[in-house]
């Protein structure tokens, strides 16, 4: 899904956002460097394998994925972070490691700490290395329906 399709889910539902472009990087801290979002407000997406099937887990870009809060969270027996060969054809027109956190677009499970909903806005790579998205967390959480749940470490 490139960035004009998210826009076009975006705008067909009513949200108003923000879409930044910025120098190449790839890191969720990079990212928020260039685009000179706080860092508290830029998610990083994970993909996980939880029980065989993929998920997204939303974390703030300076933290990392707690695996047994992730498995405690959705009631799971194994959860794994995917490797990028892993989730390779899941998003289609997504530059590889620049997924937006939608993953009920692409069939997924969202899981999303905690520290992400207490700020007003969340910001994320929209499907480039070169282009962030940041909106209203209350919109993300009403068009997303993510479980809410601590599942981030420093």
């Not at 939608?102 to 969202?110: E, I, P, Y």
């Amino acid at each position: 899904m490139p960035a004009a399709k998210l826009k076009e889910f975006l705008d067909t539902n009513g949200v108003k956002y923000v879409a930044i472009r910025h120098s190449l990087a790839y890191t969720a801290q990079e990212v928020a460097a260039s685009a000179h979002v706080r860092g508290k407000e830029m998610a990083k997406t994970v993909v996980a394998q939880i029980d065989g099937s993929l998920a997204l887990i939303v974390i703030p870009a300076a933290r990392k994925v707690d695996v047994d809060k992730v498995r405690e969270a959705a009631g799971a027996t194994k959860v794994s972070i995917a490797t990028e060969w892993d989730f390779r054809n899941a998003f289609p027109e997504c530059e590889l490691g620049a997924m937006p956190p939608f993953g009920n677009l692409f069939g997924m499970r969202v899981f999303v700490d905690p520290i992400l909903s207490r700020d007003e806005e969340i910001a994320f790579n929209a499907c480039s290395h070169t282009e962030v998205i940041r909106l209203a967390y209350a919109d993300f959480e009403r068009l997303v329906k993510p479980t809410v749940a601590p599942v981030a470490f420093s």
